[in-house]
């Protein structure tokens, strides 16, 4: 049990990072994502790389490949609605929780700003995260295990989304 969690924690960070890394080459998020069409991408490209690396879980554990390519294709699958589901609603607690900000108001220097877009993001990423998660434990057809990626989803992405703009501000040179 604890090697598959711990192999779900190790293949849904790589997956979720890969993922990320995708839609940040393959998305332009210069103007933000003003664009519904946007979103959606950055659902099907996070969601598919995540549900694949989680539905691989179970092959890898076992040492089935039978098991490993049916859960890499059932958790893509997955992964992409749930990637839909989960960038649609993550965008929407975003924009609620920023108050309808704009992406330049957002960036805007300040402790409370910065707090702000931190917590819209966690929470945005939260979602983003947790729906294809969900692949996990589809590609077993178990709803237990369903659940636990869905939680799993929820705090990866809801980590992830709070250290995002501190590496981010770590990483990017201050402007003066």
Same mark, same amino acid.
């Given at each position: 049990?604890?090697?598959? +969690? ?8 790589? &997956? ?5 890394? /995708? ?24 969601? #598919?790389?995540? $549900? ?12 089935? %490949? ?20 989960? #960038? ?24 409370? %700003? ?5 917590? #819209? ?5 939260? /979602? ?20 636990? &990626?869905? #939680? ?7 980590? $992830?989304? *709070?250290?995002?703009?501190? +590496?981010? %501000?770590? *990483? ?5």
């Amino acid at each position: 049990m604890r090697s598959r +969690i711990f192999l779900g924690t190790l293949f849904g960070a790589v &997956g979720g990072f890969i993922g990320f890394l /995708l839609q940040e080459v393959l998305i332009s998020h210069h103007d933000g994502l003003t664009r519904p069409i946007d979103v959606m991408w950055i659902g099907i490209y996070f969601g #598919a790389l995540l $549900g694949m690396a989680l539905g691989s879980v179970e092959g890898v554990a076992t040492g089935s %490949n039978s098991r490993l390519f049916k859960g890499a294709v059932l958790g893509t699958c997955i992964g992409v609605i749930g990637g839909l589901f989960g #960038a649609y609603f993550g965008s929407i607690v975003f924009t609620i929780l920023s108050f309808g900000k704009t992406q330049e108001e957002m960036q805007q220097p300040g402790l409370l %700003n910065f707090i702000q877009t931190v917590i #819209a993001r966690s929470m945005g990423w939260a /979602l983003l995260g947790a729906f294809p998660g969900l692949a996990a434990g589809a590609a077993t057809l178990s709803p237990k295990r369903a659940l636990h &990626g869905l #939680a799993g989803g929820l705090i990866g992405g809801f980590l $992830g989304g *709070l250290v995002f703009d501190l +590496i981010g %501000n770590l *990483l990017t040179p201050t402007l003066a």
